[in-house]
């Protein structure tokens, strides 16, 4: 017997596979279907500049996207933003703009905001966003280039050139917050609303 209560399966506006294992982890049935959005459009466009209500922006337009496609259907979405105090990052362009970017970020503390929304024909019926500090130690200029080396290409696909959950690890001297928030999809308060709605069975 699943755990999952609805007719139909969890849609997934994200094609993360970090987000992807937490849920199957977790035993939620789903599907992935990207939102078709322009995420820098809306960014600018909204004026905001608090990292952590960007991110709820975008999860919530990715969860509006996809739930006005596939009507009676429940919609996560979810963002995640990278900041050092007031500074935005963005995912590196290439392999010089990720060395900048650990030069920014090492020996100091950033902040993940990750936020989730859930949403159902066309209106968001839930969204919170939760953050994780982020201690990277001092890293010499040549043990940037051994980590880039080792980690290739994997470095332009995430914000702030690194992987937790892969050599990125190796990065970092504290950590303040939870696996799932660092991973880009806060599961606790996510799953702690899809009981509340009868959702899930336990």
């Given at each position: 017997?699943?755990?999952?209560l609805?007719?139909?399966?969890?849609?997934l506006?994200?094609?993360s596979?970090a987000?992807?294992?937490?849920?199957?982890n977790?035993g939620?049935?789903?599907?992935a279907?990207?939102?078709?959005?322009d995420?820098?459009?809306?960014?600018?466009?909204?004026?905001?500049?608090?990292p952590?209500?960007?991110?709820?922006?975008l999860?919530?337009?990715?969860a509006l996207?996809?739930?006005?496609?596939?009507p009676g259907?429940?919609?996560?979405g979810?963002d995640q933003t990278?900041?050092?105090g007031?500074?935005?990052?963005?995912?590196?362009?290439?392999?010089?703009a990720?060395?900048e970017?650990l030069?920014l970020?090492?020996?100091?503390t950033?902040?993940?905001h990750?936020?989730f929304?859930?949403?159902r024909?066309?209106?968001?019926?839930f969204?919170?966003?939760?953050?994780?500090g982020m201690?990277?130690?001092?890293?010499?200029?040549?043990?940037i280039e051994?980590?880039?080396?080792?980690a290739?290409?994997a470095v332009?696909?995430?914000v702030g050139a690194?992987?937790?959950?892969?050599?990125g690890?190796h990065l970092?001297?504290r950590?303040?917050?939870?696996h799932?928030?660092?991973l880009g999809l806060?599961?606790?308060p996510?799953?702690a609303?899809?009981?509340?709605e009868g959702?899930?069975?336990f």
């Open positions: 017997m699943s755990i999952w609805a007719k139909d399966a969890l849609i506006a994200s094609q596979r987000r992807q294992m937490l849920l199957a977790a939620i049935p789903f599907e279907i990207p939102a078709d959005i995420e820098r459009a809306l960014q600018k466009n909204s004026g905001l500049s608090a952590g209500e960007i991110a709820k922006l999860a919530r337009e990715k996207w996809v739930s006005r496609q596939k259907r429940v919609v996560i979810a990278l900041a050092l007031s500074r935005l990052f963005s995912k590196p362009a290439g392999r010089a990720a060395a970017q030069r970020l090492a020996g100091n950033h902040e993940l990750s936020a929304a859930v949403a024909d066309g209106k968001v019926l969204a919170d966003v939760v953050t994780a201690t990277m130690r001092r890293l010499s200029d040549g043990e051994a980590y880039l080396d080792q290739g290409d332009t696909t995430s690194y992987q937790l959950e892969g050599l690890v970092f001297e950590i303040e917050g939870d799932f928030t660092i806060p599961l606790l996510l799953l609303f899809l009981r509340s959702l899930v069975g």
